[in-house]
């Protein structure tokens, strides 16, 4: 590629990289695909799906069901169950074990500086009338966004890929061309936020 075109490339462009965000570089592609990567990680694979509060209570009992934890155990669980998708924060989980103390649901013994969790038998008895209902992990909802949080970042990879590659072995006219489809892409991705 010649590096000649100068349109508006990614969105404005990246950082150090020339008009267009391409800036003619083969090399300077792969910096912005482990860009483009390390976003998709950072927005879709750590923040995960937000679950309200009764769902971290259920989730918490379930678990306490199966045998004591500690808090920092929970959290872990949780993640590992959803597959990644939910992983609640410490703001969520140790006030919901508060509460759950507090109602008599859980009680709470320290050992090595660290509290483990066990349910009361007032706590195996809410836990076995939640028990009928699937797990807050096991949830369609859950299982969705599990799907769709891994589903996104794939299909942004593959996208950078193929963008990458023209960039390297296209025609300035090419270039221009993906630029378009990129552009009318993003556009309609924010239409879809856009929606009610």
């Known amino acids: 590629m010649s590096g000649s ?3 508006g490339g990614f ?3 990246f950082p150090g990289r020339g008009p267009g965000g391409l800036g003619g570089q083969g090399s300077g592609l792969w910096d912005i695909m482990e860009q483009l990567r390390g976003a998709f990680e950072q ?18 009992l379930a678990l306490l069901a199966e045998q004591p934890m500690h808090g920092y155990q929970i959290i ?27 109602e008599g649901l859980i009680a709470a013994e320290e050992s090595g500086g660290r509290k483990t969790y066990s349910l009361t038998e007032a706590g195996r008895e809410a836990a076995g009338a939640a028990g009928e209902r699937p797990a807050p992990w096991e949830s369609s909802g859950m299982r969705d966004a599990a799907h769709a949080a891994a ?14 590659q023209v960039a390297r072995a296209g025609t300035p ?7 378009d489809v990129l552009d009318e892409a993003r556009r309609k991705l924010y239409s879809i936020l856009a929606q009610d």
């Open 43 to 60: 927005k879709v694979g750590t923040t995960g799906t937000r679950m309200g509060k009764g769902d971290v209570r259920a989730a918490v």
């Open 151 to 164: 589903a996104l970042p794939k299909a942004g990879m593959e996208l950078a890929q193929v963008a990458a």
């Open 76 to 102: 872990q669980q949780i993640e590992e169950r959803s597959g990644g998708s939910w992983k609640p924060s410490a703001g969520s989980v140790y006030p919901t074990l508060q509460l759950l103390a507090d």
């Open 173 to 179: 006219e090419q270039v221009k061309q993906a630029v």
């Open 5 to 7: 075109y100068t349109g």
């Open 11 to 13: 969105g404005g462009g």
